[in-house]
């Protein structure tokens, strides 16, 4: 099969899955609970999850599975096998407080490198793709990454995590992009975001998140022309594109004084 009819496949999974999500949000009956006593996690989320491994093994029988609800655990990131790396609802909180930025994350990598990505996001009618060299889309127009390359002209788009005590040291990155860059936004799904950078909404983009997270969103902002790396390099094993911590995701000219910028942050050698 066609990394091209692996796509189509792939959008169909994940326009099931978001037609799953609005109703669910419609008819308001999912139970929700804590993961590790911070993360939620609904019922939506474990029944998306089941469909789309579901689907996808009834497509691709035999292929590896990461994602987050069934198969979190992050091993299969080393190996070089075909690996589809799903987030069946990304932006939980959003979904369950009634906010639109949702989205479906189906990405599929092979040989340590992304390949296709899509993120469907239902309640903004969405659909970003991706095909590895070969460009991106939303909705199957393309779509590029902005040319801002001015520091002090660009919006950027970050996140934080579950566990407030991880959040403190993170406040000097935010103080240090407040007071360089034009502005912040944070939209509570790493998907878009990476989307958003994809068709120039965003300049920028960085965060630590998971890799069910980033998959899909690391190849479509690449696609789309962004520049994408790491602040700092990650363990070895682990190939760049499936590697979620420390992520610095720009628009060509910004990575790197942004870079730049967010680790002299880090190491607390910064004029705010």
């Given at each position: 099969?066609?990394?091209?009819?692996?796509?189509?496949?792939?959008?169909?999974?994940?326009?099931?899955?978001?037609?799953?999500?609005?109703?669910?949000?419609?008819?308001?009956?999912?139970?929700?609970?804590?993961?590790?006593?911070?993360?939620?996690?609904?019922?939506?989320?474990?029944?998306?999850?089941?469909?789309?491994?579901?689907?996808?093994?009834?497509?691709?029988?035999?292929?590896?599975?990461?994602?987050?609800?069934?198969?979190?655990?992050?091993?299969?990131?080393?190996?070089?096998?075909?690996?589809?790396?799903?987030?069946?609802?990304?932006?939980?909180?959003?979904?369950?407080?009634?906010?639109?930025?949702?989205a479906v994350s189906i990405g599929w990598a092979n040989q340590g490198r992304t390949r296709l990505g899509?993120?469907?996001?239902?309640?903004?009618?969405?659909?970003?793709?991706?095909?590895?060299?070969?460009?991106?889309?939303?909705?199957?127009?393309?779509?590029?990454?902005?040319?801002?390359?001015?520091?002090?002209?660009?919006?950027?788009?970050?996140?934080?995590?579950?566990?407030?005590?991880?959040?403190?040291?993170?406040?000097?990155?935010?103080?240090?992009?407040?007071?360089?860059?034009?502005?912040?936004?944070?939209?509570?799904?790493?998907?878009?975001?990476?989307?958003?950078?994809?068709?120039?909404?965003?300049?920028?983009?960085?965060?630590?998140?998971?890799?069910?997270?980033?998959?899909?969103?690391?190849?479509?902002?690449?696609?789309?022309?962004?520049?994408?790396?790491?602040?700092?390099?990650?363990?070895?094993?682990?190939?760049?594109?499936?590697?979620?911590?420390?992520?610095?995701?720009?628009?060509?000219?910004?990575?790197?004084?942004?870079?730049?910028?967010?680790?002299?942050?880090?190491?607390?050698?910064?004029?705010?």
């Amino acid at each position: 099969m066609t990394p091209a009819q692996r796509l189509e496949l792939a959008v169909d999974i994940a326009h099931e899955a978001g037609r799953m999500i609005v109703e669910a949000r419609e008819r308001q009956v999912f139970g929700q609970r804590y993961k590790h006593g911070h993360e939620l996690v609904t019922d939506t989320d474990i029944e998306v999850d089941t469909h789309i491994s579901e689907r996808l093994e009834q497509h691709f029988a035999g292929e590896a599975r990461l994602s987050e609800e069934l198969a979190p655990s992050r091993e299969a990131l080393s190996s070089p096998r075909a690996l589809w790396v799903v987030d069946p609802i990304d932006g939980t909180v959003n979904f369950a407080h009634g906010l639109r930025h949702v989205a479906v994350s189906i990405g599929w990598a092979n040989q340590g490198r992304t390949r296709l990505g899509v993120v469907h996001a239902p309640f903004l009618g969405e659909t970003f793709t991706a095909l590895d060299g070969q460009g991106a889309w939303c909705n199957g127009q393309a779509i590029h990454a902005s040319r801002t390359g001015n520091l002090s002209h660009a919006l950027v788009g970050t996140g934080f995590p579950y566990r407030r005590e991880s959040r403190l040291p993170l406040m000097r990155r935010l103080t240090a992009v407040l007071a360089h860059c034009q502005d912040v936004r944070r939209n509570g799904s790493a998907a878009l975001d990476l989307c958003d950078v994809a068709c120039g909404r965003l300049d920028a983009y960085y965060e630590s998140v998971s890799p069910w997270d980033c998959a899909a969103g690391w190849l479509i902002a690449r696609e789309a022309g962004a520049r994408t790396g790491h602040l700092y390099r990650g363990p070895a094993g682990i190939p760049e594109d499936l590697y979620g911590e420390n992520l610095l995701v720009t628009s060509p000219d910004l990575h790197v004084e942004l870079g730049d910028l967010l680790r002299r942050a880090d190491a607390g050698d910064i004029d705010t």
